[in-house]
């Protein structure tokens, strides 16, 4: 049975949807959802034919993605789109239990438990025809779908994905939830070089980073490298000394974001090894790791994923040079053609890429009761969180107004002084 803490392993449909297609003639799609792992092997010629014809298909669009050892419980499915005998999309998706709240600061004083799909890839996998896109992301809302909720994360603002969360087929299953605000999703599309890529910085920018880079390979007695992994025989080493430094980092204190060293973890970073998709940094100096870097490649772009450092070393930017080393790198082997910055922002990355994307995370919100509940609970709580945040920039404001007028009024010659 489905359940909103543990969801089930098995659910499916099938049924025909119709949509306008140009001119307004009705086109008709079948979709079917797919959750066992010979329905989703039984997709994979025609998966494979639309990762193909792609212009930049995303590593998690991979059907084999769906089945790595994903920790945490995720529940992998996927709905198909067909007209006639072929497939036209697929909208890959895994499945966890989570709680649907608005947070207060570090506090969530009401939440719902749902079960949320988070699409794979920022968004289905097809053409960039927005009635497809509509009645593919339509479809994962029929009867059946394990879900609540739809996370779809990162949606670029200017893309047919967005146009097509405000089509009909779309609506009539979901409420669209925008969830935070607008941010930029950086990237660097490399070019021919590495000395091209840093002709992008002015002389002053290069002269401090190679400044940077000389100071803490001094610091290190002429000892740093950084170590790229790629293969099996690297990853139980690399696993426990990126986890020795996650423990010590930032993200670890406040997120309890961690690189973990076990059994699950090195079989999924195995598996990642075994089809060439594994990609990650290491940086080590006389007395151990400094900073390491999780991310992969496939389909020519890399995926920068989660970084940290031992923040002794912090006053040296092992975090930041150790990018610069993974550039390099790239030029050096198997180059890629975009590097992917993800959808977090910093100022790391704004110095670094060249090219950025506005996007924006999105909830669908199933048309149900229970649904209906939650999603005005949230949008109330936002509003009030809002009108809070304003309240207080407001107070924050007439304080620095007063305290300006003030300072003025203290400066002001006096009527004495004026005429005498």
């Not at 009030?384 to 003030?406: H, K, M, N, P, W």
């Amino acid at each position: 049975m489905l359940s909103r803490s543990h969801p089930s392993q098995r659910f499916g449909t099938a049924r025909g949807i119709p949509a306008r297609g140009r001119g307004g003639a009705q086109t008709r799609f079948r979709s079917a959802l797919h959750s066992s792992r010979a329905e989703l092997s039984a997709l994979k010629p025609g998966w494979g034919e639309l990762i193909s014809a792609a212009p930049r298909p995303h590593l998690e669009h991979q059907p084999e993605w769906l089945t790595l050892g994903h920790a945490g419980g995720r529940l992998p499915f996927a709905v198909s789109l067909r007209s006639g005998g072929e497939l036209l999309g697929v909208a890959p998706m895994l499945v966890r239990p989570f709680r649907f709240s608005v947070p207060f600061g570090r506090f969530a004083p009401i939440g719902f438990p749902v079960l949320c799909a988070e699409m794979q890839g920022g968004g289905p996998l097809c053409s960039a025809d927005e009635q497809l896109i509509g009645s593919l992301v339509g479809a994962t809302g029929d009867p059946g779908a394990p879900h609540d909720l739809l996370a779809l994360e990162g949606v670029p603002l200017d893309s047919p994905l967005w146009r097509a969360l405000a089509s009909p087929e779309v609506r009539q299953r979901y409420w669209v939830f925008r969830r935070g605000r607008v941010a930029p999703h950086r990237f660097i599309d490399l070019p021919e070089s590495f000395d091209a890529y840093l002709a992008k910085f002015c002389p002053k920018s290069r002269s401090r980073l190679r400044g940077k880079l000389r100071k803490l390979e001094s610091a290190c007695s002429g000892t740093m490298e950084v170590i790229r992994v790629t293969g099996r025989q690297d990853i139980d080493t690399f696993l426990a000394q990126a986890a020795a430094v996650s423990k010590t980092t930032w993200q670890a204190r406040r997120m309890s974001l961690e690189v973990r060293a076990g059994r699950e973890e090195k079989e999924r970073f195995g598996e990642m090894a075994d089809r060439g998709w594994l990609r990650s940094y290491l940086m080590r100096g006389p007395a151990g790791p400094i900073s390491y870097a999780l991310g992969y490649q496939c389909d020519g772009t890399y995926y920068f994923t989660q970084p940290g450092y031992d923040p002794a070393w912090a006053p040296l930017s092992p975090g930041t040079l150790l990018i610069y080393r993974m550039i390099e790198d790239l030029y050096a082997w198997n180059t890629p053609r975009v590097f992917d910055f993800g959808l977090t922002d910093s100022e790391y990355k704004r110095f670094y890429a060249n090219r950025s994307e506005d996007a924006v995370d999105v909830y669908l919100l199933r048309r149900t009761p229970y649904m209906a509940m939650a999603g005005a609970v949230n949008l109330s709580l936002s509003m009030l969180r809002r009108g809070l945040v304003a309240a207080v920039e407001g107070v924050r404001l007439q304080g620095r107004l007063r305290r300006t007028f003030r300072g003025q009024s203290r400066t002001r010659p006096s009527p004495t002084a004026e005429t005498g």
